[in-house]
């Protein structure tokens, strides 16, 4: 018979496995990003006779660092939550698909000539291999949420039996986290009705847009899903207590869900109509930031009574990862929000608006992934590494709130979006500013992305250290 501790053992593995899936994912991102640049430099440039390699190179890059990263880590979170039932074969080796998607991902984006689609939310390339990559990736991230354990709320033995472990998931967060598997599966039906409901005949590039427009914004919902329990991990496990109790999470999650379930639905008349374009803008618009911003004040008036209590100094609301990690990535969440917010026309306040939001969720999981290391015995090899673990969530997030700034106030006077080198040319002493806060923000938050990326690829496994006591 299998007893409860492994159950939870087993369940730790696999939820290991998909943290170094995701971290993998962040290091191929890397290169990708690292062959744009190096083959833009003399030598070296006189080599690339394809002109689409750069396009491919940016759509492996996105892919890798948003969608592979940020669904593995997801599912590693997944899998931590505390259950009683054994994970099924399925579920328990998904991750293998999903990692031979990602191979086929990486293959698909060095065969020349292929396409490149730039589409929204999840850009492709069109051919065979790596359009296989994506559909089996999905389907291995699919197959792991077959896990009935993930949605059985857990009982006050599991609870204490959960709390052995180096990282635990709040009760509150579970919820959380419940809702972003449901709402993962969600997405997943979208993106099946708009295939079945795509034209035909239109252009390549209108063809992908269309199809993942809906499922992607569906998919944008898990992320902030994600982000919110991870908030709730980084406060309890710092505060001592959760800033908000497991049945106001449940309801508050369930409101936010709840309006999403007519994405499906918003498909039937075809993804050409102006009900599925501006159906899922009104979703996005309206269906997150109210719960987001509940769920914001909640948490920062237990800190604010954490701080007056003496339980938090404030050299800790910088120096704590875990303190510093929700701050920016709530920072970056706000930005993104008011951002939108004021956005009219096509200008730089778009991008600013989605580097911004996609930056407080990717801090935010940046700041539990040093919880997650101390979980499964990862080390950090060196103490001068541990104290750059501490400060590199913070630094991470000031640069993409001063890139998203500097490209607001760029858009707000007149800068178009997509507009490079000479196109951009010709604009006022604003604009200039602006794009120079940009430049700034952007080279500070690659600074905070390749501390990231080093201490990631550095750890080892084996005994980990503390990086930080509860005080």
């Given at each position: 018979?299998?007893?409860?501790?492994?159950?939870?053992?087993?369940?730790?593995?696999?939820?290991?496995?998909?943290?170094?899936?995701?971290?993998?994912?962040?290091?191929?991102?890397?290169?990708?990003?690292?062959?744009?640049?190096?083959?833009?430099?003399?030598?070296?440039?006189?080599?690339?006779?394809?002109?689409?390699?750069?396009?491919?190179?940016?759509?492996?890059?996105?892919?890798?660092?948003?969608?592979?990263?940020?669904?593995?880590?997801?599912?590693?979170?997944?899998?931590?939550?505390?259950?009683?039932?054994?994970?099924?074969?399925?579920?328990?080796?998904?991750?293998?698909?999903?990692?031979?998607?990602?191979?086929?991902?990486?293959?698909?984006?060095?065969?020349?000539?292929?396409?490149?689609?730039?589409?929204?939310y999840v850009p492709t390339?069109?051919?065979?291999?790596?359009?296989?990559?994506?559909?089996?990736?999905?389907?291995?991230?699919?197959?792991?949420?077959?896990?009935?354990?993930?949605?059985?709320?857990?009982?006050?033995?599991?609870?204490?039996?959960?709390?052995?472990?180096?990282?635990?998931?709040?009760?509150?967060?579970?919820?959380?986290?419940?809702?972003?598997?449901?709402?993962?599966?969600?997405?997943?039906?979208?993106?099946?009705?708009?295939?079945?409901?795509q034209p035909q005949g239109?252009?390549?590039?209108?063809?992908?847009?269309?199809?993942?427009?809906?499922?992607?914004?569906?998919?944008?919902?898990?992320?902030?899903?994600?982000?919110?329990?991870?908030?709730?991990?980084?406060?309890?496990?710092?505060?001592?207590?959760?800033?908000?109790?497991?049945?106001?999470?449940?309801?508050?999650?369930?409101?936010?869900?709840?309006?999403?379930?007519?994405?499906?639905?918003?498909?039937?008349?075809?993804?050409?109509?102006?009900?599925?374009?501006?159906?899922?803008?009104?979703?996005?618009?309206?269906?997150?930031?109210?719960?987001?911003?509940?769920?914001?004040?909640?948490?920062?008036?237990?800190?604010?009574?954490?701080?007056?209590?003496?339980?938090?100094?404030?050299?800790?609301?910088?120096?704590?990862?875990?303190?510093?990690?929700?701050?920016?990535?709530?920072?970056?969440?706000?930005?993104?929000?008011?951002?939108?917010?004021?956005?009219?026309?096509?200008?730089?306040?778009?991008?600013?608006?989605?580097?911004?939001?996609?930056?407080?969720?990717?801090?935010?999981?940046?700041?539990?992934?040093?919880?997650?290391?101390?979980?499964?015995?990862?080390?950090?090899?060196?103490?001068?590494?541990?104290?750059?673990?501490?400060?590199?969530?913070?630094?991470?997030?000031?640069?993409?709130?001063?890139?998203?700034?500097?490209?607001?106030?760029?858009?707000?006077?007149?800068?178009?979006?997509?507009?490079?080198?000479?196109?951009?040319?010709?604009?006022?002493?604003?604009?200039?500013?602006?794009?120079?806060?940009?430049?700034?923000?952007?080279?500070?938050?690659?600074?905070?992305?390749?501390?990231?990326?080093?201490?990631?690829?550095?750890?080892?496994?084996?005994?980990?250290?503390?990086?930080?006591?509860?005080?």
């Open positions: 018979m299998t007893t409860h501790s492994q159950v939870q053992n087993a369940a730790t593995d696999t939820a290991r496995s998909w943290l170094v899936l995701a971290m993998a994912s962040l290091i191929f991102a890397g290169l990708f990003a690292l062959a744009v640049l190096i083959a833009r430099m003399p030598p070296f440039d006189s080599l690339v006779t394809d002109p689409l390699f750069f396009k491919r190179c940016l759509v492996a890059h996105v892919n890798l660092a948003l969608v592979v990263f940020m669904y593995t880590f997801i599912n590693a979170l997944l899998f931590l939550l505390p259950g009683r039932n054994p994970s099924n074969l399925v579920a328990r080796n998904a991750v293998y698909l999903t990692g031979f998607g990602l191979l086929l991902m990486l293959a698909g984006s060095a065969v020349p000539d292929a396409t490149p689609v730039l589409a929204n390339i069109d051919h065979g291999l790596f359009q296989s990559g994506q559909v089996i990736f999905g389907l291995g991230i699919f197959a792991s949420l077959l896990d009935r354990r993930l949605y059985s709320r857990h009982s006050d033995a599991d609870s204490q039996a959960h709390s052995a472990l180096p990282c635990e998931i709040p009760p509150a967060a579970a919820a959380g986290l419940r809702a972003a598997a449901i709402t993962l599966i969600l997405a997943g039906v979208t993106f099946v009705c708009s295939w079945l409901r239109v252009a390549v590039p209108v063809y992908y847009e269309l199809l993942s427009w809906g499922g992607g914004h569906v998919l944008a919902l898990v992320c902030v899903l994600a982000m919110i329990s991870v908030w709730l991990i980084l406060l309890t496990q710092s505060l001592g207590e959760s800033p908000v109790s497991e049945q106001t999470a449940i309801l508050l999650f369930g409101c936010m869900v709840l309006p999403w379930f007519i994405a499906p639905f918003l498909t039937l008349n075809g993804t050409w109509t102006s009900n599925y374009r501006t159906g899922f803008t009104d979703l996005m618009r309206w269906g997150i930031f109210p719960v987001v911003t509940i769920f914001f004040i909640m948490c920062a008036s237990s800190l604010v009574r954490a701080t007056k209590d003496k339980r938090v100094t404030p050299l800790q609301l910088i120096t704590d990862v875990r303190i510093s990690g929700f701050l920016a990535s709530s920072l970056l969440t706000f930005v993104g929000f008011t951002i939108g917010a004021t956005i009219s026309g096509s200008n730089t306040m778009i991008p600013a608006h989605y580097h911004a939001s996609l930056g407080g969720i990717t801090v935010a999981f940046m700041a539990v992934t040093y919880m997650l290391f101390e979980a499964f015995g990862v080390s950090i090899r060196s103490n001068l590494l541990k104290l750059v673990a501490a400060w590199q969530p913070a630094l991470y997030g000031v640069g993409m709130a001063m890139f998203a700034a500097g490209f607001m106030w760029a858009g707000a006077n007149g800068m178009g979006r997509k507009l490079y080198g000479a196109e951009q040319a010709s604009r006022g002493l604003a604009e200039t500013l602006g794009l120079g806060i940009m430049g700034v923000g952007g080279l500070i938050s690659i600074l905070g992305g390749l501390l990231y990326l080093t201490i990631v690829s550095t750890a080892r496994w084996g005994k980990s250290g503390v990086l930080y006591e509860n005080q």
